[in-house]
């Protein structure tokens, strides 16, 4: 701590701020705006990821925001900086993801004549954080940080961004440290639990849907606990996959794209559904088919972190006011009834799960995806993390592989593309001694491809798979469903990927069969280098469950009846 009588430069006042509140990590793109920062970190116990573009810096801050439950922290400079961080802002706001964008701004005398570079960041954030402002008087950089830190994590948690004046970040201050900021939990009231405990003892036909963000390993465990003692079913929202270990004999499956059918019809049947965590979005909901709209068609109790989400969009029975760690903690208090009514439909809706991700579906081509999550499923150490974007690849990913523990899956609900590669530098930075894999699609991947570089400036050996079917297939397979062989705006004529990876100075290598995938990975992971396994993919095989030919077929046969 220093002393109010000491004085420091604005940037490192804010870069103690920073350290005192416990981030060891920064991601970055530099910028003439906050050299003063930049020179804070030279000698302060801080790792400083610099990085290729500001997509990919901020993308790596949401990627610490997930997986740690505190905010993740990026810097850019101003106008175009800035603006280049907004895919990474808008998948912290609908992802709620805790994290803090500072941004290097015009000089304060200069303002609003639109000097060089000159954003307004309140404007241009405005809408998508839950804070964007300017410090405009250097002794108030504690407060805002500490500001920063709290609204970032509480209630439901999301992004801010804060303008740094370069000439504010210059000035010498002295002023006192904020005391370690400790996120404010919200704790469910005991009415409401003795209310949730009387609605599961009315029930006959109950399951629980998990999501949102900051959950914890105790959390996590406090569920597993409640879900084996009321022998409840469990599901999984949209990419919060690993809130619930898979293997739980109450665990009943994901709500994502292409979700099992037997989960979908099992939660309309329903009488009652507990939301614990996330706000159920147009994904998860089924396109708000899942619930009606406001007033849902069974009892909902919504558990949320924010008053301001509960009632949003779907009228709940119960409202519980609760993050999920107090909540989980609180589950631990009740007592199961006596007779369980639906342990059947329990185990029935574990074993329906099961056979739903056990076996690969068959594929058109010498690669079969489904193959190769299983494969890793059984090979990969239990912690290994895996990161991903947005793409058809993915509903593989999300089918055929298990997580089983907490932030081993790290993916927008945005289900924004390019976001792969960049997270999987960030987890990589955070956790050296963890499997870190990268999943993208083709045209996923080079959105910020060469954050690769970024690899292998730290010598990060990420493996990354790039799953290559030529085409942005997801809207490929949209365009056959309504524009039936009217193929427009959606084929990619792409690099060699694995040259790609030994032209940035990492191991690359093709894969064109299944059988060779081991092999590959194996020499992947020999290599010690950042890694790319390009995997040339059927472009027919577009999802676990149809082809592109099928999917043209029933278009065209529709349009013919
Ligand atoms: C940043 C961004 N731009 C556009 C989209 C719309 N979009 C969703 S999936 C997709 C195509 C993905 O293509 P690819 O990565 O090759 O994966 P594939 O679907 O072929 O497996 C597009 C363009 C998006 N989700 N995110
Ligand atoms: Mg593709």
Same mark, same amino acid.
């Given at each position: 701590m220093y002393a109010p009588e000491k004085t420091r430069t604005a940037a490192e006042v804010l870069v103690d701020q920073l350290?005192?509140?416990?981030?060891?990590?920064?991601?970055?793109?530099?910028?003439?705006?906050?050299?003063?920062?930049?020179?804070?970190? &030279?000698?302060? =116990?801080?790792?400083? *990821?610099?990085?290729?573009?500001?997509?990919?810096?901020?993308?790596?801050?949401?990627?610490? $925001?997930?997986?740690?439950?505190?905010?993740?922290?990026?810097?850019?400079?101003?106008?175009?900086?800035?603006?280049?961080?907004?895919?990474?802002? !808008?998948?912290?706001?609908?992802? #709620? *993801?805790?994290?803090?964008?500072?941004?290097?701004?015009?000089d304060r005398h200069v303002r609003e004549r639109e000097a060089f570079q000159e954003i307004d960041c309140r404007a241009v954030f405005g809408g998508v954080t839950k804070w964007a402002t300017e410090i405009d008087d250097a002794t108030r950089v504690p407060e805002v940080v500490s500001r920063a830190?709290?609204?970032?994590?509480?209630?439901?948690? $999301?992004?801010?961004? @804060?303008?740094?004046p370069a000439d504010m /970040? +210059?000035?010498?201050?002295?002023?006192?440290?904020?005391?370690?900021?400790?996120?404010?939990?919200?704790?469910?009231?005991t009415t409401e639990m003795t209310r949730l405990r009387d609605a599961l003892v009315e029930a006959k036909r109950p399951i629980f849907i998990l999501g949102g963000s900051r959950w914890t390993d105790e959390a996590r465990d406090a569920m597993h606990r409640f879900a084996g003692r009321f022998h409840l079913a469990v599901a999984t929202s949209y990419r919060r996959l690993p809130l619930f270990d898979p293997l !739980?004999?109450?665990?009943?499956?994901?709500?994502?794209?292409?979700?099992?059918? +037997?989960? @979908?019809?099992?939660?309309? +049947?329903?009488? /009652?559904?507990?939301?614990?965590?996330?706000?159920? $979005?147009?994904?998860? #909901?089924?396109?708000? *088919? /899942?619930?009606?709209?406001?007033?849902? &068609? *069974?009892?909902?109790? &919504?558990? !949320?972190? #924010?008053?301001?989400?509960?009632?949003r969009v779907y009228h709940p029975y119960l409202a519980i006011q609760s993050g999920p760690i107090r909540f989980a903690a609180a589950l631990d208090g009740l007592e199961p009834p006596a007779d369980i009514p639906w342990r059947a439909q329990t185990d029935a809706a574990h074993a329906d799960y099961l056979a739903w991700t056990e076996t690969p579906t068959d594929q058109p081509g010498g690669v079969n995806l489904g193959a190769i999550f299983v494969w890793l499923r059984e090979t990969l150490p239990a912690d290994a993390i895996l990161c991903n974007g947005a793409g058809n690849y993915a509903a593989w990913l999300h089918r055929f592989y298990r997580f089983r523990r907490l932030a081993t899956h790290i993916a927008p609900t945005s289900a924004s593309m390019g976001y792969g590669m960049p997270s999987a530098v960030a987890m990589k930075?955070?956790?050296?001694?963890?499997?870190?894999?990268?999943?993208?699609?083709?045209?996923d991947f080079l959105m910020n491809g060469q954050e690769f570089a970024t690899a292998v400036q730290y010598?990060?050996?990420?493996?990354?798979?790039?799953? =290559?079917?030529?085409?942005? $297939?997801?809207?490929?397979? &949209?365009?056959?469903?309504?524009?039936?062989?009217?193929?427009?705006?959606?084929? /990619? +004529?792409n690099p060699d990927f694995s040259a790609y990876a030994r032209a940035f100075g990492g191991f690359g290598v093709t894969v064109e069969r299944t059988e060779d995938f081991p092999a590959a990975f194996s020499a992947a992971e020999a290599s010690g280098k950042p890694a790319i396994i390009h995997l040339k993919v059927d472009p027919e095989a577009i999802t676990p469950a149809t082809t592109l030919a099928g999917i043209r077929e029933h278009a065209l046969a529709r349009g013919r009846s």
């Open positions: 350290i005192s509140n416990g981030v060891r990590h920064v991601f970055c793109v530099p910028g003439e705006s906050y050299l003063g920062v930049l020179d804070a970190f &030279h000698d302060r =116990d801080i790792t400083v *990821t610099v990085c290729r573009q500001e997509g990919g810096a901020a993308m790596m801050a949401d990627a610490v $925001g997930k997986a740690t439950g505190r905010p993740g922290v990026c810097f850019v400079t101003r106008g175009p900086g800035a603006t280049n961080a907004m895919p990474g802002i !808008h998948i912290a706001d609908q992802d #709620s *993801t805790p994290m803090i964008l500072f941004v290097g701004q015009v830190f709290h609204t970032a994590t509480g209630g439901r948690p $999301g992004p801010v961004v @804060i303008g740094l /970040l +210059k000035e010498r201050v002295a002023v006192a440290d904020v005391p370690v900021f400790e996120p404010v939990e919200a704790s469910p009231g !739980h004999p109450s665990y009943a499956g994901d709500l994502g794209l292409g979700p099992n059918p +037997k989960l @979908i019809a099992r939660i309309k +049947k329903a009488d /009652l559904v507990v939301l614990c965590g996330g706000r159920l $979005g147009e994904i998860p #909901s089924q396109g708000y *088919t /899942l619930l009606d709209v406001p007033a849902p &068609h *069974t009892r909902l109790v &919504h558990v !949320h972190p #924010s008053a301001e989400e509960i009632g930075r955070l956790y050296p001694e963890r499997t870190v894999l990268s999943v993208n699609g083709d045209g010598e990060l050996p990420i493996i990354t798979i790039i799953c =290559d079917n030529g085409m942005y $297939g997801t809207i490929r397979m &949209h365009q056959e469903r309504e524009f039936p062989e009217r193929v427009s705006g959606t084929e /990619l +004529k």
